[in-house]
C-alpha cells in the first residue's frame, strides 16, 4: 500500500487565498495588490502570483507600493519592493508621497495622514489602470488587535464586527482582505519555506503606538497565560458582531423602507406612530440608515445625535411641539399630526454643536 500523499509545503495556503478570491471577474481587469515589504504584503504578492499563473492570468497583478520617506530605510524598502516584483514578472508602480509635516488638519497624526494619503493614491492608481479590486494582507492577527483596540478605545457592536474581508473602497472598485482568516505566523512559515525575505518595519514593535503596545505587549503576554486562543476568540468576536450589526442594519432598512417617505424637494418623513415602542437602538439604526440612504453627511453624526432623533421620535408620538438642528446643516421638526420631517442641509457650515 502506498502512503498518503503529500502536498508541497504551501498548497495549503494558496488554496486559502484561491478560496478566498471572488469566484467570476477578478482576472477580467487588472489586479491591484498593495505592498509594503513586510512579511504579510510579500506573502500575498507571491501566493497571487502563483494562483494567477494557475489561471493564465500573471500579467494582469499589479504592484502599488507607497513611498512615504517616514524612516531611513524606506528607500531600500522601494528597492527591495521593485526586485521582488521584478523577480516574480509582474509590474510595479510607486509614488513619494510627502506628508508635508507631522500633523495634519485637525491634529491628525502621522500615521493617520499617511494612511489617507496612501489609500486616496491607491484610488487614483486603481482608476487610472483600470483596476476593479484592490487587495490588501490584513491578518487575523490585525483583526484581533483592530477589535481589541476599538474595546478598548470605545466602540459600538458594529465597530468590534472590525475589518471587512470585501467592502466598496472607492467606485468601481472593491477593497479585499483574503488573509484575514489566516494568522500571521502562517505567511511567515510560507516565506521561509521558499526561501524569501521580507523587510522589517521597526515602528511596528514601538509599544508607543496603541497598535505596536497591543501586538507585542498585550495579546502575546495573554496567549502565554491563561487565554491561549485569545486571537482566534477575538477574530469570533468580531464575526458574531458582524453579524447582529448586519442584522440590525437589515432590520433598520427594512423599517425605513416602510414608514418614511420622501418629497420632491428632499424632505423627509417619519410616521412616528408606527415606529413607537421600538428599542431605542434599533430606532437609532433607522436613522444612521436613513441617512446613508439620503447621502446626508455622517461624520459628525454621534450617538448623541442619533439619541436626539430618538427623543424627537417620541416627543412626535406624543404631538409634542419640538426641533433639532444637526451637522450638515440637516433640521427636524414635529408636526401637528405627529409626523417627523427632516429638512436636509444646504451647507455644512450650519453643523449644529
Known amino acids: 500500500m502506498t502512503g498518503p500523499v503529500h502536498k508541497p509545503p504551501d498548497d495549503d495556503l494558496l488554496e486559502t487565498l484561491a478560496a478566498a478570491l471572488p469566484k467570476q471577474g477578478l482576472w477580467d481587469w487588472p489586479v491591484l495588490v498593495g505592498v509594503s515589504g513586510g512579511a504579510d504584503s510579500v506573502a500575498l504578492l507571491v501566493a497571487l502570483t502563483a494562483v494567477a499563473s494557475r489561471r493564465g492570468a500573471s500579467g494582469r497583478i ?92 470605545g466602540t459600538g457592536v458594529a ?25 500571521r505566523a502562517r505567511l511567515r512559515r510560507f516565506l521561509v519555506e521558499r526561501g524569501l525575505s521580507w523587510r522589517e518595519d521597526a515602528s511596528n514593535a514601538d509599544p508607543r503606538f496603541a497598535r505596536a503596545f497591543l501586538r507585542h505587549e498585550v495579546l502575546p503576554r495573554v496567549e502565554a497565560g491563561a487565554w491561549p486562543t485569545a486571537t482566534e476568540a477575538l477574530v469570533r468576536l468580531g464575526q458574531q458582531a458582524g453579524l447582529v450589526s448586519a442584522a440590525l442594519e437589515s432590520a433598520a432598512g427594512v423599517l425605513l423602507d416602510h414608514h418614511s417617505r420622501r418629497t420632491v424637494d428632499g424632505v423627509v418623513s417619519l410616521d412616528a406612530a408606527a415606529l413607537a415602542g421600538l428599542d431605542p437602538h ?39 411641539e419640538a426641533a433639532i438642528c444637526l451637522p450638515g446643516g440637516v433640521r427636524g421638526s414635529v408636526t401637528p399630526s405627529g409626523i417627523i420631517e427632516l429638512h436636509p442641509g444646504v451647507s455644512r457650515g450650519e453643523d449644529a454643536p
Open 282 to 320: 434599533l430606532l437609532a439604526a433607522v436613522f444612521v440608515a436613513l441617512w446613508r440612504r439620503e447621502g446626508w453627511p455622517e461624520r459628525d453624526m454621534t450617538a448623541a445625535h442619533y439619541a436626539r432623533l430618538v427623543a424627537l421620535l417620541a416627543a412626535a408620538e406624543r404631538r409634542e
Open 62 to 153: 499589479l504592484v502599488a507600493h507607497a513611498h512615504h520617506g517616514l524612516r531611513p530605510e524606506a528607500d531600500d524598502d522601494l528597492r527591495f519592493v521593485a526586485t521582488l516584483a521584478a523577480d516574480l514578472g509582474v509590474e510595479i508602480v510607486t509614488e513619494r508621497l510627502g506628508l508635508g509635516g507631522a500633523m495634519g488638519n485637525g491634529g491628525e497624526g502621522l500615521e493617520a495622514r499617511a494612511r489617507r494619503l496612501r489609500y486616496g493614491w491607491l484610488g487614483r492608481m486603481a482608476h487610472e489602470r483600470g483596476a476593479r479590486h484592490l487587495l490588501v494582507a490584513h491578518t487575523a492577527d490585525d483583526q484581533a488587535e483592530t477589535i481589541l483596540h476599538r474595546a478598548l478605545r
Open 159 to 183: 465597530g468590534l464586527a472590525g475589518m471587512k474581508s470585501a467592502r466598496r473602497f472607492i467606485d468601481g472598485v472593491a477593497l479585499l482582505r483574503p488573509f484575514l482568516g489566516v494568522r
